[in-house]
Protein backbone atom coordinates (compact mmCIF):
# COMPACT_ATOMS: atom_id res chain seq x y z
CA UNK A 1 0.00 0.00 0.00
CA UNK A 2 0.68 3.60 -1.06
CA UNK A 3 -0.28 6.79 0.83
CA UNK A 4 0.27 10.34 -0.80
CA UNK A 5 0.49 13.09 1.18
CA UNK A 6 -0.13 16.84 -0.33
CA UNK A 7 0.99 20.01 2.02
CA UNK A 8 1.30 23.46 0.86
CA UNK A 9 -2.26 24.96 -0.60
CA UNK A 10 -3.59 28.09 0.63
CA UNK A 11 -4.64 31.92 -0.28
CA UNK A 12 -2.27 34.23 -2.11
CA UNK A 13 -2.87 37.27 -3.79
CA UNK A 14 -2.79 37.51 -8.27
CA UNK A 15 0.94 37.69 -8.80
CA UNK A 16 2.16 35.66 -5.53
CA UNK A 17 3.64 32.16 -5.76
CA UNK A 18 3.30 28.87 -3.96
CA UNK A 19 5.09 26.05 -3.18
CA UNK A 20 3.29 22.48 -3.06
CA UNK A 21 4.46 19.30 -1.63
CA UNK A 22 3.64 15.64 -2.03
CA UNK A 23 5.57 12.50 -0.57
CA UNK A 24 4.92 9.26 -0.66
CA UNK A 25 4.90 6.52 1.61
CA UNK A 26 4.48 2.88 2.24
CA UNK A 27 5.47 -0.07 0.25
CA UNK A 28 7.60 1.78 -2.96
CA UNK A 29 10.30 -0.02 -4.71
CA UNK A 30 10.70 3.01 -7.13
CA UNK A 31 8.54 5.82 -8.62
CA UNK A 32 8.41 5.81 -12.63
CA UNK A 33 6.41 9.20 -12.75
CA UNK A 34 5.49 12.10 -10.62
CA UNK A 35 3.38 15.15 -11.22
CA UNK A 36 0.69 17.34 -10.54
CA UNK A 37 -3.23 18.10 -11.94
CA UNK A 38 -6.13 20.67 -11.39
CA UNK A 39 -9.35 20.32 -11.35
CA UNK A 40 -11.02 23.83 -11.37
CA UNK A 41 -14.97 24.13 -9.87
CA UNK A 42 -16.99 22.66 -12.30
CA UNK A 43 -14.67 21.20 -14.48
CA UNK A 44 -12.62 17.87 -15.03
CA UNK A 45 -9.07 17.19 -14.14
CA UNK A 46 -6.19 18.39 -16.20
CA UNK A 47 -2.60 17.77 -16.46
CA UNK A 48 0.01 20.78 -14.98
CA UNK A 49 3.05 18.64 -15.17
CA UNK A 50 4.61 15.20 -15.33
CA UNK A 51 7.88 14.84 -14.40
CA UNK A 52 9.41 10.94 -15.98
CA UNK A 53 12.28 8.75 -13.87
CA UNK A 54 14.87 10.32 -16.55
CA UNK A 55 14.07 13.92 -15.40
CA UNK A 56 12.34 14.60 -18.64
CA UNK A 57 9.57 16.59 -18.05
CA UNK A 58 5.89 17.49 -19.71
CA UNK A 59 4.47 20.93 -18.73
CA UNK A 60 0.75 22.03 -19.69
CA UNK A 61 0.67 25.34 -22.12
CA UNK A 62 -1.15 27.24 -19.21
CA UNK A 63 1.57 26.82 -16.78
CA UNK A 64 5.10 27.30 -18.82
CA UNK A 65 7.38 29.96 -17.77
CA UNK A 66 5.24 29.94 -14.40
CA UNK A 67 5.85 26.49 -12.93
CA UNK A 68 8.58 24.83 -12.41
CA UNK A 69 8.02 20.49 -10.91
CA UNK A 70 11.14 18.91 -9.50
CA UNK A 71 11.55 15.59 -7.63
CA UNK A 72 13.91 13.91 -4.57
CA UNK A 73 13.81 10.41 -5.46
CA UNK A 74 15.70 9.80 -2.08
CA UNK A 75 12.49 11.40 -0.36
CA UNK A 76 9.78 9.97 -2.63
CA UNK A 77 8.75 13.50 -3.11
CA UNK A 78 7.36 16.17 -5.68
CA UNK A 79 7.07 19.65 -5.43
CA UNK A 80 5.22 22.60 -7.41
CA UNK A 81 6.97 25.55 -7.45
CA UNK A 82 4.15 28.33 -8.77
CA UNK A 83 4.79 31.71 -9.24
CA UNK A 84 3.53 34.38 -10.88
CA UNK A 85 0.02 33.13 -9.38
CA UNK A 86 -3.34 33.77 -11.80
CA UNK A 87 -6.93 33.58 -10.69
CA UNK A 88 -7.51 31.34 -13.33
CA UNK A 89 -4.71 29.00 -11.42
CA UNK A 90 -7.40 28.41 -8.84
CA UNK A 91 -8.28 25.03 -8.33
CA UNK A 92 -7.48 21.93 -6.07
CA UNK A 93 -4.03 20.58 -6.67
CA UNK A 94 -3.45 17.03 -6.60
CA UNK A 95 -0.60 15.15 -7.18
CA UNK A 96 0.34 11.51 -8.73
CA UNK A 97 2.85 8.99 -8.96
CA UNK A 98 3.65 5.51 -11.20
CA UNK A 99 4.71 3.57 -8.31
CA UNK A 100 6.34 0.26 -8.33
CA UNK A 101 5.77 -1.29 -5.17
CA UNK A 102 7.19 -4.64 -3.20
CA UNK A 103 3.90 -6.19 -3.56
CA UNK A 104 2.43 -5.89 -7.09
CA UNK A 105 4.95 -6.90 -10.17
CA UNK A 106 3.02 -4.02 -12.37
CA UNK A 107 3.06 -0.16 -11.57
CA UNK A 108 0.31 1.39 -10.41
CA UNK A 109 -1.31 5.08 -10.18
CA UNK A 110 -1.80 6.50 -6.82
CA UNK A 111 -3.28 9.84 -5.98
CA UNK A 112 -2.79 12.90 -3.08
CA UNK A 113 -5.83 13.78 -0.92
CA UNK A 114 -5.88 17.02 -2.83
CA UNK A 115 -4.73 20.61 -1.41
CA UNK A 116 -6.71 24.10 -2.29
CA UNK A 117 -4.88 26.76 -4.12
CA UNK A 118 -7.38 30.15 -4.38
CA UNK A 119 -5.88 33.43 -6.02
CA UNK A 120 -7.42 36.04 -4.95
CA UNK A 121 -7.47 39.77 -4.32
Known amino acids: QVQLVESGGGLVQPGGSLRLFCAASGSILSINAMGWYLQAPGKQRELVVMINDDRSTYYADSVKGRFTASRDNAKNTVYLQMNSLKPEDTAIYYC???????????????WGQGTQVTVSS
Open 96 to 110: RMVVNTTTISVPRDY
